[in-house]
């Protein structure tokens, strides 16, 4: 700093007044920022106008809205209305389109209660439609009451028409009810049945069944399955295909597969006799469903098998592998599977199996 006063010192008395000059200058106008906020008054701003517009469209939107949403009251019947009728009333294409679908499919509104079961339509809608909504006849009128005139004759409500118990003086929706109930719950069985029809009150069942004659004949007897079971071969099922036979679990096939691999394959139903957990129970219902082809069987060759491959049949024991190994490897090969019944810890039986597992 010292540096630059002695500098400032060396400079002509021309350079000095320059350099003074430069700095007043600086002041001045850095004083005339500071006060011309003090000069300077803004003249405020006239919103009156917008605000003005504001409220207008405001009250516009409201009154459309009012409009909107009152125009389209009216009485209508939600059975009869087109798309039209309920775009009207207030509803997108979309909602509209699902009431068509519905009654395109036989659906019928009853009552207001039917219309407010419709997911697309929400509850500001209804509130405002309810008074308006209008709905068949019957659904206004006291439901059978005993003053209404029924020509009831004989006939059966498995083959009644729906036209014949309209002539009999039921309401359509009544007749089509049986008609539903017959065909999708049941066919009726007796008269009482009648009963648990939906929308047919007591007092009219109870004049009806006088009338009613059901023809069991023709009534469909619960037939009775004839169980058909599947027959595995048991060399060449695999797991999926032994969940089949009625009488094996998952856990259960798993032991057969894996007792069959260590056996190389099965040449007698009787061998599942010896899979853990299998019982003669067991063992009969599972007989008549498997077949065996021991031609399916992987043999164990006498003159090239490895112990591990040999030592994992059950029917080998450590000390037979050990008897079949030091004579092939001491002696010579095997001529053939009989030879093995001269080796130590041989007998006749085990030849008898093992002929199905060893080969030269």
Known sequence: MWQG????????RRQRNGIYLFLLLI???????????????SEPSDFSDFEKAIALWEAEDSLMRFERHNKALFPFDPNKANDSVWETLGLSQRQAQTLQNYKSKGGQFYRFSDLEKMY???????????????FPEPERMPRN????????????????????LMDMGLYEWQAKRIQTYREKVKPFGYSDQ??????????????MIPFVKIDTSLLSRPRV?????VVLELNTADSLQLLKVKGIGPAFAHRILSYRDRLGGFYTKEQLMEVYGMDEERYQDLVKQLTVDSSRIKKLSLNSS????????PYLTYEMVRAIFNF?????????????????????????RLNFYLSQ
Do not use: H, Q
Not at 194 to 207: F, K, M
Not at 331 to 340: A, D, G, H, I, Y
């Open 145 to 164: 009451s005993g003053k209404k005139e029924f020509t009831f004759r004989s006939f059966d409500p498995n083959t009644v028409s729906v036209n014949d």
């Open 27 to 41: 002041l001045i106008l850095w004083g005339l920022v500071l006060v011309d906020d003090y000069f300077y008054v």
């Open 225 to 229: 399955k004839k169980e058909v079971l």
């Open 5 to 12: 006063f002695k500098e400032f010192s060396t400079y002509t």
């Open 328 to 352: 092939r490897e001491k002696v010579r090969p095997f001529k053939s599977v009989s030879e093995v019944e001269n080796l130590e810890g041989f007998t006749k039986a085990d030849l008898k």
């Open 194 to 207: 009648l009963y648990t029809v939906y929308g047919l009150d007591t007092t009219l069942v109870e004049r």
């Open 120 to 134: 697309s339509l929400d509850s500001a809608w209804l509130f405002r439609v309810k008074p308006y909504a209008v």
């Open 306 to 313: 490895s112990f591990k491959e040999m030592l994992k049949n």
